[in-house]
C-alpha cells in the first residue's frame, strides 16, 4: 500500500473558513475566525484521510511571474482584509507547534509549489490529495493524485479524479489549461478568448487535444464565427493557458522526511489554544498523556487520584462539617430537581474542603442532612467559592437559608475578562486553564428535548461531574484574580460585580407579581384589534392572504398595488420595518401592516407568552437576571425579558398595567435616574457647558435646543425641544447623520447640520469623543469610570460600516457601560440597607435606569429615603445624580 501525501492550499482554505464562519475574536480582539476554521478543517482531514505525509503552501505578497508577464494577472482582486491579513501569522505559528512542513517563495504562488511537490511525490510513488477551493488545481489529476475542492464554506469537500473530472468538464484533466486558454477565469482576470463559452471550449477541446492544436488546425473548425474569434485573439489565448498553467518545476529542495506527520509540541499548542480561546480545540486536541511533563499536568493529577466520598448519613455529615469549620473554605455545586422556583428540591450537594477532599451529599437519600448544612451555608467566616453562585443562593432561599461568605465566583472573573464571549460554562475554564477536558453542562445533561434534568443521572455521573466542576473553581481562582490585578479589574470584580449576584438571586426568587384578570383583558383586546386590522387590510388589498409571509405580502404591496420596490432579498422582496417606514405616505395599507406587526408581537410575547411564565405557586413572574450577557455591562433578562417591554407605544406601555404590587398592603415605588448617561457624559467629557447646566438644573434638552438652532431659549418649541433631545441621546450612542435623520424625519443635510452645531456648542464632548476614538485605535479596548473593558476588534476593519460601528461603540460604551456600573452600585447599597433594616419592602426590578420596589405602605416614606440617598450617592461625579420617583399599584401607574 502506497503512503499518503496531503498537501492544503493554506490562502486558499483560511479564506473559505474566514467568509465562512461568523466574526470571531479573542479576549484582545483578534479576529481567529479564518484559523479556527482552518484547523477544524485540518482535523477532519487527518481524521478521515489519516496522511502518512503533510504540507501546507502559503501564497506571499511578492509579485509572481505570473504578474510579471501579465500586468493585469489578478488585478480586480480586493485586497485581503486586515481581518483576515492578520490571522495569517497566527495560522502559521500554530502549524509550526503541529509541527506541519509548510512551504512558501517569493515568485511562485501556492498552486506551483503544490503542483511542485504533488509531482514529486507522485513520481515516488505517492498517493496525493490537494485540498484546495481553487479549480485551477484540477489539472494536475491524475491516476495518482487526486483534488479535493471545498464547497459550501469548509463544511464540505468534493473529491475530483479523473473521472470526475470528465464527467464535469467533458475533458481530461491535463486539459484544463486549454480549457482556461480558450474560456478564461474571471477570477483570476484571465482574458482567454472572447465569445467562447464553455460548451463550445470542451467540444474544440474533445476534437483538438490541445489549444495550439486548435490553431494549428483553425481552417478545420466548421462554424466561421468561432474561426473568428479564435483567429483573432491568437495570444490571447496562448497567454491565458500559460497564466493558468501550474508549474510543477519550481527550485525548491524537497527532503521527504520534512513532509512525515509528527507528535505536535503540545505545550506550544497548548499556550496558543489559550492564547485565541480555541477552548473546543484543546478538548479535541491536547491528549493529557502528552502532558506529563508540564506544571499544569502535574496539578492535574489530583483529579485523576481523588475520590469522591459519599455522603448520606449523619454520622459522616458531622465528620464532613467538622472538617469544613476547620478549612474555612469550600467550592458548591447544587443540582435541583426542577427549575421552579419555588419547588425546585435539592437533590445533591457537591463540595471540595481543600484542593484534595471532595464530597457529594446525597439528599435523595436523606433530605435531611440539608438542616445540618445550613450552619455551614450561613456561616460568613466559611468562604464558598463557585461558578455562577446565583444558581446555589436561589437553590437554598427556597429553604430559607442564605448563603453568605461569597469571596469568589469564576463565572463573573471569566466574564469580567472577556465579554465579549457568548459561552462562560466551567468545562471551558477547565480547558482554557487547565488543560483537562471534563464534561460540559450541556454535554453531560444533552440539549433540545432530550435533554436530561439533573434528577436523572445516578450518582456516579453527578459525583465524577462535581469533582471536575468544584476543584476546576479552587485550581483556577488564584489565576483568575491574577488576571483581574492585571487588567485592574478587580475592583469592579469585588466591590460591583461580586455583591450584585445575591441582589439578583434574591430579585429572581422575590418575583413579580401578575394581575391575571387585566392580562386576560388585554389578551381579548389585542385579538379584537388584530381580527379588526386584518380585516381592514383585505379590503385595501381586495384579497385575503397570509399577513405573516413576506412572499405573500410582497406581491401584494409591489406587484398588485405597484408601491416602490425600496429593497429586494435573495428570495424576494424586502417587507421589513425600515422597507415599510419609507412607504408610508405611498398608500393606507402600510401603516395598518405596521400597526398589525407591533400588536401580533406584543400579543404573542408579552400577553400569550406572559400567560406561561407566570409561577402557579407564587402568581409571580420570576424573571431571569443575567449579569454576564451584554458587552456593556448591563444586565439582562430573560424568561421574560423585561428590559424590552416596549414603553415608546401607549398599547406596548399598557403591558405594563399587568405587572402590579404584591397585595393590597403593597404599592410600587419607581425610582428612575434622570438622564444618567447624560450626565455621565458631561462628568467624562468636562464639558463645561454640560457640566454648568447639570449642576444649576437646567432643562438640557431645552438648552441643547437653544445651542444647536441658534435662539433664545424661552423661545424653544416643544419640536424643537423634541429634536434636541433626540441629538444628546444621539450623541451618547453615537449616532450618525444618516441615523439622526432617520429617527427625526429629516434629510441628512439637516441631521448633519444638527449633529455639528452641537459638536461646536460642546467642544468638551466633540474632543471627548475623538479621544476616545483614538485611544481605542491604539490599545483596542475602551473602558468605563469603574475600568470595565470592552474590545473594539471593528476598529480594524476595512469595511466602513464595520469599521463606523466600531467608532460609534468606541464613543457610546464608556458611557452607556458607566451607567450600568452607576445602577449596579445602587442596586447592591438599596438592598443591602432594606435587608440590613429587615424591611417588608423588597427590591424586585432594575430596567434600565429605573428600580422598583415592592414596597409596604408603612415604609413608603423611609423607602423613599432610602432610594434617593442611596441613588443619588451611588458615586461621586462632577454632576449630580438625579433620581424621579412615582408610585402606583401597576408599573403603569407609577410612569
Known sequence: MSKRLVIIDGNSLINRAFYALPE???REGIHTNGVYGFLNMLHKILEEYKPDYLSVAFDLKAPTFRHIEFNDYKAQRKKMPNELAEQIPILKEILDAYKIH????????????????????????????????????????????????????????????????????????????????????KSDNIPGVPGIGEKTASKLLNQFMTVEEIIENIESIKSKSIREKIGKNVDKALLSKRLATIKTDVPIELDVDEFKVVEPDYEKLLKLFK???????????????????????????????????????LDSLDNLISGIVENKKIALKIYKEEENIRTDNIIGI????????????????????????FKIFEDENIKKIGH???????????????????????????????PSKTEYDIANLASEYLGINMKSQEELLGKGKKAKKFVDLNIDELAEYGKNYCMTVMEVEDKLLKELEKLELINLYREIEMPLIEVLANMEYE???????TLSKLDEEFTMQIEGITQKIYELADEEFNINSTKQLGEILFNKLCLPVIKKTKTGYSTSHDVLEKLKDKHPIISLIIEYRQLVKLKSTYVDGLFNLINPITGKIHS???????????????EPNMQNIPIKLEMGRRIRKIFVASDSEHSLLDADYSQIELRVLAHMSKDENLIKAFKEDEDIHTLTASQVFNIPIDEVTSLERSRAKAVNFGIVYGISDYGLSENLGISIKEAKKYIDEYLKKYQGVKKYMEYNIKKAKEQGFVTTIFNRRRYIPELKSKNFK??????????????????????????????????????????????????????????????????????????????????????????????
Do not use: C
Not at 457537591?350 to 448544612?373: F, H, M, Q, W
Not at 444558581?391 to 469564576?410: C, H, M, P, Q, V
Not at 418575583?511 to 384578570?517: I, P
Not at 457601560?817 to 432594606?834: N, Y
Open 511 to 517: 418575583g413579580f407579581k401578575v394581575d391575571r384578570e
Open 102 to 185: 509548510r512551504t512558501e517563495l517569493k515568485g511562485f504562488e501556492a498552486d506551483d509549489l503544490i503542483g511542485t511537490i504533488a509531482k514529486y511525490f507522485e513520481i515516488e510513488n505517492f498517493e496525493v490529495i490537494i485540498v484546495t477551493g481553487d479549480r485551477d488545481a484540477l489539472q494536475l489529476v491524475s491516476e495518482n493524485i487526486k483534488v479535493l475542492i471545498t464547497k459550501k464554506g469548509i463544511t464540505n469537500l468534493e473529491v475530483y479524479d479523473i473521472e470526475k473530472v470528465k464527467e464535469k468538464y467533458g475533458i481530461i484533466p491535463k486539459q484544463i489549461v486549454d480549457f482556461k486558454g480558450l474560456v478564461g477565469d
Open 24 to 26: 470571531l475574536t479573542n
Open 388 to 418: 455562577g453562585l446565583k444558581n446555589e443562593i436561589l437553590a437554598l432561599l427556597r429553604y430559607g437559608i442564605t448563603l453568605k461568605g461569597i469571596e469568589f465566583d469564576s463565572f463573573i472573573a471569566a466574564y469580567l475578562l472577556a
Open 802 to 895: 464595520i469599521r463606523s460601528f466600531g467608532e460609534r461603540t468606541a464613543m457610546n460604551t464608556p458611557i452607556q457601560g458607566s451607567a450600568a456600573d452607576i445602577i449596579k452600585i445602587a442596586m447592591v447599597k438599596v438592598f443591602k440597607e432594606l435587608r440590613d433594616r429587615n424591611l417588608k419592602s423588597k427590591l424586585i426590578l432594575q430596567v434600565h435606569d429605573e428600580l422598583i420596589i415592592d414596597v409596604h405602605k408603612d415604609e413608603i416614606d423611609e423607602v423613599r429615603k432610602i432610594l434617593r440617598e442611596n441613588m443619588e450617592n451611588a458615586v461621586k461625579l462632577d454632576v449630580p445624580l438625579k433620581v424621579d420617583m412615582n408610585i402606583g399599584y401597576s408599573w403603569y401607574d407609577t410612569k
Open 275 to 313: 492564547q485565541y480561546d480555541f477552548n473546543t480545540l484543546i478538548k479535541k486536541v491536547i491528549p493529557q498523556k502528552s502532558m506529563d511533563n508540564s506544571k499544569i499536568e502535574r496539578e492535574l493529577e489530583k483529579f485523576k487520584d481523588v475520590k469522591v466520598k459519599i455522603i448520606d448519613t
Open 624 to 638: 431571569s437576571f443575567n449579569q454576564t450577557v451584554t458587552v456593556t455591562g448591563r444586565i439582562s433578562s430573560t
Open 350 to 373: 457537591s463540595l471540595a474542603v481543600g484542593k484534595k477532599d471532595i464530597y457529594y451529599i446525597d439528599l435523595r437519600k436523606n433530605a435531611k442532612l440539608l438542616d445540618e448544612l
